[in-house]
């Protein structure tokens, strides 16, 4: 019996979201947890994790998007699904989905620990990527991933991300 490409899982935080965990692919490493919580560490310091933010891709109004957090064999990517998408909420919350992904998709035997998506915030605008590293750098028409039977995203934002 073959594994499924993608995997639901339901979470709750602040907003319910689905989670779609990777299936093997070539240009995907195995996610580290270890360089995860290190990463998730450095995203929740300071004392306004839980305070809403605007996040946005327009320079200047808030927390620009694309960005990425990485270390050695963990990525965490952020990025609005439109243009002119906006969503306002707190940092923590995307730690939180970050670190439900990790759970379901990495820890989980059962799947490839390469990492997932999920489409998150209270306006659900937001695309969440935490996966291992990506070598070599593939074509974004080589990771379009399904998010349901209707709706495709690519992930062409790899090549052009904030880093911190």
């Known amino acids: 019996m073959q594994k ?5 899982w ?11 965990c990777f299936a093997d692919a070539p240009f995907l490493r195995r996610v580290v947890v270890d ?22 891709r327009e320079e200047g109004q808030g927390f620009t998007v694309p960005h990425r957090w990485h270390k050695t064999s963990c990525t965490v990517l ?15 919350s995307i730690v939180q989905a970050a670190s439900n992904i990790v759970r379901v998709c ?7 620990g390469r990492g997932g998506r999920a489409i998150i915030g209270p306006e659900k605008k937001m695309l969440l990527v935490v996966s291992g590293t990506l070598d070599p750098l ?9 998010a349901n039977a ?3 995203r690519t992930l062409s934002f790899l090549r052009n991300v904030n880093t911190s």
């Open 78 to 92: 952020i990025d609005m699904l439109e243009d002119g998408d906006d969503d306002s909420f707190p940092l923590g």
């Open 106 to 112: 990495v820890m989980d035997s059962s799947m490839s």
């Open 150 to 152: 209707s709706s495709f």
């Open 10 to 20: 339901f979470f709750a935080t602040r907003v319910l979201a689905v989670i779609n």
């Open 4 to 8: 499924s490409f993608l995997v639901s």
């Open 138 to 146: 593939p074509r974004p028409q080589d990771i379009l991933f399904k």
């Open 35 to 56: 360089d995860c919580a290190d990463i998730f560490s450095i995203m929740q310091e300071g004392d306004k994790v839980w305070a809403p933010m605007h996040f946005t």
